[in-house]
C-alpha cells in the first residue's frame, strides 16, 4: 500500500492548510484512515482519524481546529487545519491506524510515504 501525502508548507500563526493523502490498495476503503504527525525529537502520533463510513476522532490538541473527512470514490483522505499554532509544527502522515488503536497510537498498517512538513511561524 503505497501512501502519499501533499499540502504541507509555511503557514504564519492563525493560518490555515489543507492536506491531501492519495491511497493505493484496498486498505483504504475499508479500514480507519488517520493524520499523525511527528514534531522535532517527538514520537510521531494520531491526531484525527476517519472511520469507513464517516465518523471522525481527534486528538484534544487538535479538536474544534482541524477536520478530517475522506473521499472513497478518489480514495482520497483530507486534513482541513486552521487556527494553526507553532505547537502544530511537524511532519504530517496518513496511514491506517488499526481500529482498535485510539488518538495518541504511533502505529500504522500501511507502509509510511514520505509525509509532509507543515511549519507554523511568522
Known amino acids: 500500500v503505497q501512501l502519499v501525502e501533499s499540502g504541507g508548507g509555511l503557514v504564519q500563526p492563525g493560518g490555515s492548510l489543507r492536506l491531501s493523502c492519495a491511497a493505493s490498495?484496498?486498505?483504504?476503503?475499508?479500514?480507519?484512515i488517520g493524520w499523525y504527525r511527528q514534531a522535532p525529537g517527538k514520537q510521531r502520533e494520531l491526531v484525527a482519524r476517519?472511520?469507513?463510513?464517516?465518523?471522525?476522532d481527534y486528538a484534544n490538541s487538535v479538536k474544534g481546529r482541524f477536520t478530517i473527512s475522506r473521499d472513497n470514490a478518489k480514495n482520497t483522505v483530507y486534513l482541513q487545519m486552521s487556527g494553526l499554532t507553532p505547537e502544530d509544527t511537524a511532519v504530517y502522515y496518513c496511514?491506517?491506524?488499526?481500529?482498535?488503536?485510539?488518538?495518541?497510537?504511533?502505529?500504522?498498517?500501511?507502509?509510511w510515504g514520505q509525509g509532509t512538513q507543515v511549519t507554523v511561524s511568522s
Open positions: 496511514n491506517a491506524p488499526p481500529p482498535w488503536e485510539g488518538i495518541g497510537s504511533s502505529l500504522g498498517r500501511g507502509s
Open positions: 476517519v472511520a469507513p463510513e464517516g465518523s471522525t
Open positions: 490498495g484496498s486498505i483504504f476503503s475499508n479500514n480507519f
